[in-house]
């Protein structure tokens, strides 16, 4: 069997193949969470070589890289683009069973119709022969886009993004891919980071106003929201280790707040009763906008203090975290739903022991107001793989609905990330292909294949409204 055969590859038989080909591989993508930079897509830029457009950004590929023993000098340090694909040629072969090898020969072949497996060997024949392409309008950033049969990407930017780029494409007429973005206030509740007070003055400045008491904080946020609001935003963006849900009371906030204005440190109390003041108040700003809430939970980032202060953070220093969720995600989740404001919520989970967790968490707040309220969101970064996914998906089955399902999203950098949502596609379609032979489902391809389609596409269509 050839690899990554395009009739077989993760589909193990002709149900598989049929719901694939028929129901799953032709949807378009919402790619409804992504963290790619916006001014490329309004530029519609084109890029140099694949160094530039596969390697730069992408953690993955460095983590994988320095594990072999590779000098940093070729993976973020000044070493030329030519070198650095070099030293990611040689670390490819090395990857075998990391998803790493499988995504990028299935970046290669669908993106630029390379099947030759790259190595060591066969560097410099591949650089030259995606350069020649790459290196051409019909390989731009939109063009990119295009041929993966994307139809949204939704960007992330924080509260003080101008979202001139958004604006601008907005008002281009280019309607071929729709650009949107998640507004991700992480800064605004991190009281306890050594620049929360300078984060302050940059968000009155966006907002048109100076930053000095908790109720201006919140006028500040509500300012941006709509300002994101009134710019085509739909959803907001978390990244946590845990979702805050401590009791405070409105004078304690306002207190703790004033404390770190003048410049003391807070305790660790004193934090979380902030955090889940803003948090809260912020998930019912976003109930009000009829946004979804999105929250990404579990990461344990910037381990190591010597490289993150190279090279500072999201390069690579990041892992699993065993962090506690269940208690304070159930108080977090019911305190809003029981003053009616709980949005729509997608729950991103990192560590897989809580999978089970997640799944039966959302049942508690699927409440029939909207098919899917509560979401239980697809395997996540170090989880977006193979056996994460497919763990998520059956956690999801087995203690939920997976019809209601809203599927994949890339969480990308790179715009040769969106063959990730074939491959979701592919384990998706082989889940349920695998049960209809045991004769553990029924051989009803026409319902199946919608339940398919529901998941690939019409469930997110549904959910987002972009």
């Not at 020969?105 to 995606?130: I, Q």
């Not at 699993?320 to 305190?335: E, V, Y």
């Not at 950098?413 to 004769?439: A, D, K, M, T, V």
Request: hydrophobic letters at 35%; proline letters at 3%.
């Amino acid at each position: 069997m050839s690899f990554i055969n395009d009739e077989s590859f993760l589909l193990n038989n002709k149900y598989a193949q049929e719901l694939y080909f028929n129901y799953a591989e032709k949807q378009p993508i919402i790619d409804y969470h992504c963290h790619l930079p916006p001014e490329q897509i309004a530029g519609d830029k084109v890029f140099e070589n694949l160094t530039q457009i596969w390697i730069y950004g992408d953690h993955y590929k460095w983590r994988a890289m320095r594990t072999l023993g590779i000098d940093e000098k070729y993976i973020t340090g000044n070493g030329t683009d030519e070198e650095k694909f070099r030293a990611w040629a040689k670390t490819v072969p090395y990857t075998l069973r990391n998803p790493l090898y499988q995504w990028t020969h299935l970046e290669l072949k669908r993106y630029f119709g390379v099947e030759t497996l790259l190595s060591e060997k066969t560097a410099d024949e591949v650089y030259r022969e995606v350069n020649q392409k790459l290196n051409t309008p019909e390989y731009s950033c939109r063009n990119l886009l295009k041929n993966m049969n994307v139809e949204v990407v939704c960007t992330t930017e924080d509260p003080t993004d101008s979202l001139e780029h958004h604006k601008a494409l907005a008002g281009s007429g280019y309607e071929e891919v729709k650009m949107t973005t998640s507004f991700r206030p992480d800064k605004a509740i991190m009281i306890a980071d050594e620049g929360f007070n300078d984060y302050m003055a940059k968000l009155g400045e966006a907002a048109g106003m100076s930053v000095e008491s908790f109720d201006d904080l919140r006028d500040a946020l509500k300012k941006r929201v709509q300002y994101f609001h009134d710019n085509g935003s739909r959803v907001s963006d978390h990244g946590l280790e845990q979702i805050y849900s401590e009791d405070y009371t409105e004078a304690e906030v306002k207190a703790i707040f004033e404390k770190r204005k003048k410049g003391k440190t807070v305790t660790d109390q004193e934090a979380l009763k902030f955090q889940s003041a803003v948090l809260e108040f912020l998930s019912e700003t976003y109930c009000e906008y009829g946004w979804v809430q999105q929250f990404h939970l579990g990461a344990l980032r910037n381990n190591n203090s010597r490289m993150n202060a190279l090279l500072g953070p999201d390069t690579g220093w990041d892992s699993i975290g065993d962090f506690p969720q269940s208690i304070a995600l159930s108080r977090f989740l019911n305190k809003l739903d029981s003053r009616d404001k709980l949005t729509k919520t997608i729950l991103y989970n990192l560590n897989p022991a809580d999978n089970e967790v997640m799944a039966t968490m959302i049942g508690n707040f699927n409440d029939g107001s909207v098919k899917g309220k509560v979401q239980f969101g697809s395997g996540w970064w170090f989880l977006d793989q193979k056996d994460g996914m497919t763990k998520q998906m059956n956690a999801l089955s087995n203690m939920g609905l997976i019809s209601c399902f809203v599927g994949m999203l890339t969480d990308s950098r790179s715009f040769l990330s969106f063959p990730r949502h074939e491959y979701f596609r592919r384990l998706l379609c082989n889940l349920f292909g695998e049960e209809i032979q045991n004769g553990e489902l029924p051989a009803d391809m026409e319902w199946i294949g919608k339940i398919i389609s529901d998941i690939c596409y019409n469930n997110a269509n549904e959910y987002f409204g972009f």
